[in-house]
């Protein structure tokens, strides 16, 4: 009976074992992991009475062993205005354009897939006819595709948003005076994940600019053009960011379960866990905020739902990548010293990088008043001429 139980034992413990390692390999694989991105977009169109609108995109396979199948497509979309869209008409078309079949003539989407580590493309044809434009802001554009493969039947969405109104860079003349120095808001288009950081500059400030000049640039715009944005629909919460938002107050961006998995898929579960024990520990002993500098940078920089300009307000915004190396650029192809700042109307100014020999002192002082605004002002830049 001994011999029995041992036995049992040992089969139990093997059987919790094998559970286990079958539980962490599956974890450690990346599913339906196919993602859609635009690689060119384009007015073929832009008429007061008609814009028309390409994109180019394609459907990466990221994973390293596993065919995905896409064998659904389909287009929705969303206008932004500042007047009513009544009298205003959309149409789409998605055309797949893989290598190896020729798309058919009715536009009928045939299931395809992608094999591992290759992609596929498709072009994405949008025509807005009305009788006056001019008040449209934007395009957002939801692709919605269907996964298949080692997850099941996986439905997923693809954003690609694209400015439908350009403001002109000459009439930005509304020139604040500060202790330190004269203070530029520029107005620009919408930012969005499909315009580039020095190209805005080239465009907007150039005009306005003379040697000596800085331009700084907000980091939640920043972080938008180089698409560190996650909607909502795409953030699992697990069961650690399901607990620990609630210690956050409701005005943080870590106060909802998305937002606080969001940290945790960059930083790690580990230090985000942590951090927090620690800065509760830190807390009671009269040093609030300790966990935001011990979760990595993200903790601060994220934005949760909210927390940008519409559409972006519907969607999570992390904070800027290789912000330094980013302002080194705009200086070497433009001759701008550069600042990537983080401000508020509370009057903190953050300066998450700054071109070499900047007086930082001078950036915080010249943007206390916050004049990019927090608002709907849409000028995400702000160029700042020192006091002679």
């Not at 079949?101 to 395809?112: Q, T």
């Not at 692709?143 to 000459?170: C, D, M, S, W």
């Not at 306005?208 to 938008?224: F, K, L, M, N, R």
């Not at 300066?351 to 206390?368: F, G, P, R």
């Amino acid at each position: 009976m001994e011999l029995i139980g041992l036995l049992v034992v040992v089969l139990a413990v093997l059987g919790i074992v094998g559970y286990l390692l079958i539980e962490w390999q599956y974890r450690q694989r990346p599913g339906n992991d196919l993602e859609l991105s635009a690689t060119d977009w384009r007015f073929e169109t832009y008429e007061p009475g008609r814009y028309a609108l390409s994109f180019d995109t394609v459907f990466t396979n990221r994973t390293r062993t596993l065919e995905i199948f896409i064998p659904e497509v389909d287009i929705d979309y969303e206008l932004l205005s500042s007047s009513s869209l009544e009298g205003i008409s959309v149409k789409t078309e998605i055309t797949p354009a893989h290598e190896d079949f020729p798309a058919r003539a009715d536009n009928y989407w045939f299931a395809y897939i992608v094999k591992v580590g290759k992609a596929t493309q498709a072009k994405i044809k949008v025509d807005i006819t009305g009788p006056d434009l001019s008040q449209l802001k934007s395009l957002w554009v939801k692709v919605n595709y269907l996964t298949y493969g080692p997850e099941g039947r996986i439905p997923k969405t693809g954003h690609l948003i694209a400015p439908l109104k350009f403001p002109n860079p000459q009439a930005a003349n509304s020139w604040r005076e500060t202790s330190v120095a004269h203070v530029l808001p520029i107005p620009t288009h919408l930012l969005t994940n499909l315009d580039n950081t020095v190209d805005i500059v080239k465009k907007y400030v150039a005009p306005c600019a003379q040697p000596g000049d800085i331009v700084t640039i907000g980091e939640t715009p920043v972080a938008i053009m180089q698409n560190r944005l996650r909607h909502p629909t795409t953030v699992k919460p697990g069961w650690l960011a399901k607990r620990l938002c609630y210690y956050f107050m409701s005005t943080s961006s870590l106060a909802t379960a998305c937002g606080m998995q969001t940290l945790i898929d960059v930083s790690g579960p580990w230090q985000v866990g942590s951090a927090f024990v620690l800065g509760a520990i830190a807390k009671i002993f009269g040093s609030p905020g300790m966990f935001y500098h011990l979760a990595g940078e993200q903790a601060r920089l994220i934005d949760d739902v909210t927390g940008t300009l519409p559409p972006f307000d519907q969607f999570i915004v992390l904070g800027p990548n290789q912000s330094q190396q980013l302002v080194d650029k705009i200086f070497e192809e433009t001759g701008l010293k550069a600042a990537i700042v983080d401000v508020n109307d509370l009057k903190a100014v953050k300066i998450l990088a700054k071109s070499e020999n900047t007086d930082e002192q001078l950036l915080i002082q010249a943007l206390l008043d916050n004049p990019a605004g927090n608002a709907d002002e849409q000028t995400p830049v702000v160029l700042i001429r020192p006091r002679a």
